[in-house]
Each structure stands twice: as C-alpha cells, then as structure tokens.
C-alpha cells in the first residue's frame, strides 16, 4: 500500500495543499485586514497578494514615504515578529498617483466581460500569464470593484495592458 500511495498518491497530495495554501491565505488575509484597509486608504496598489514560504507575500507601490512608513506601523501592530508577512514596497509617487486617478492608465487596455466562474486570478493569468497579478486588474476598476473577491457575471472590467 505505500508503494501505491507513492506512485497515485501526489495527484492528491497537491489539491490538498492547493487547498491548505487557499485556507492558509484567507487566515493570513484576515489576520492582516487592519493591514490590507491601511494600504487603500493610503492609495497603496498591490501588484502581489497571495501566499508564499507560509507567508503572506504583499508586493506593492506607495504614492509616498509617510504612506508606506503608516503601512510598515500597522503590520508591526498586528504582529511585531513579522514572521508570518513579507512584505515588499516601494515608492514611486508618479506612478502610484496616475493610477489612482482610476480612468488614464486603464483606458488603454481592452474590456473582458466576467464569466460564470471567473475569478480575478483567473483572468490575471488568462491576459498576464500569471495568476499574481489580480491586483492590476482590480485597481483599474476599482469604480466598479470594492472586493477582489466579489465579482460577478456579466459585469465588464477594464484589463490594463501588460508592461512586461
């Protein structure tokens, strides 16, 4: 029997850890929502949200210094340990404020309309060939959009070009 676990067992193995990845996020996220509602309010834009290494990974561009400084504040106040975030921004305030204006960097991408079972990932990884990249598609239609996690069929998004 083991050796039959061996050989047909990873199939299984894998959606199992793809799901405890799943569930491992959604702790993390709750864990770090005070996080997560600090960086909108101080128009931070993520480009990477998900896990990694265990850890909440959270990439992302701060219209300013005092903006990320009130982002670091918050994680070291949900955890001074910080082992269980990583956590990468930087500043850039050209960028991070042209795409706040929610309308100028969008207008050059094209329209998808959302799909039954369509997830933002899902579309990430359909125009961007990574999955990470949710966040970009969910900034550009943030009039639209209050959740990355509640979309809805037939609702249209406007999908940035790829910088790559």
Known sequence: ??????????GASEAEQ???????????KQKYQSVLNMADQQHIQFQNLHVQDNKLYI?????SEDAKNKFWDQIKLVNPNGDDVT?????????AMGATASGGAAQGGQTYEIKSGDTLSKISKQFYGNANEYMRIFYANRDKLSDPDKIQ???????PPDEA
């Open 18 to 28: 793809q799901q405890g990845a799943q569930q491992r996020f959604n702790e993390l």
């Open 59 to 63: 990439k992302g561009i701060a219209p």
């Open 153 to 159: 069929a037939g609702q249209k998004l406007v999908i």
């Open 87 to 95: 956590a990468e921004i930087n500043v850039d305030s050209s960028k």
């Open 1 to 10: 029997m083991g050796l039959f676990d061996k050989m047909f067992g990873g």
